[in-house]
């Protein structure tokens, strides 16, 4: 098993930055990928950004150039800087982490874009 646990949410206006991080224990050998999701009100849980265990990036198109992740392999972290926040990034945000073929996910952290 393993048990993620996010910080770093809340409320920011709109332009602000925002870091997301999340600590994993447990069981943590063959620790493929980490990331995040994150899911809006009433819609569908998407993908936000995850990072392979060699360090390559991918995002979410909406993202890009704005939120950056990142992950330390010996303190089994992963970071999510969010820059020019904007309200449609308002949403929860889920730690993930791929292990053997299994996604084990943190409880969320809301992130609200707001004046």
């Known amino acids: 098993q393993v048990q993620l646990v996010e910080s770093g949410g809340g409320l920011v206006q709109p332009g602000g930055s925002l870091r997301l991080s999340c600590a994993a224990s447990?069981?943590?050998?063959?620790?493929?990928?980490m990331g995040w999701y994150r899911q809006a009100p009433g819609k569908q849980r998407e993908l936000v950004a995850i990072?392979?265990?060699?360090?390559?990036?991918n995002y979410t198109d909406s993202v890009k150039g704005r939120f950056t992740i990142s992950r330390d392999n010996a303190k089994n972290t992963v970071d999510l800087q969010m820059n020019s926040l904007k309200p449609e990034d308002t949403a929860v945000y889920y730690c993930?982490?791929?292990?053997?073929?299994?996604?084990?996910w943190g409880q969320g952290t809301q992130v609200t874009v707001s004046s």
């Open positions: 993930t982490v791929r292990r053997l073929g299994r996604n084990f």
């Open positions: 447990g069981s943590l050998f063959s620790i493929s990928l």
């Open positions: 990072i392979t265990s060699g360090g390559i990036p």
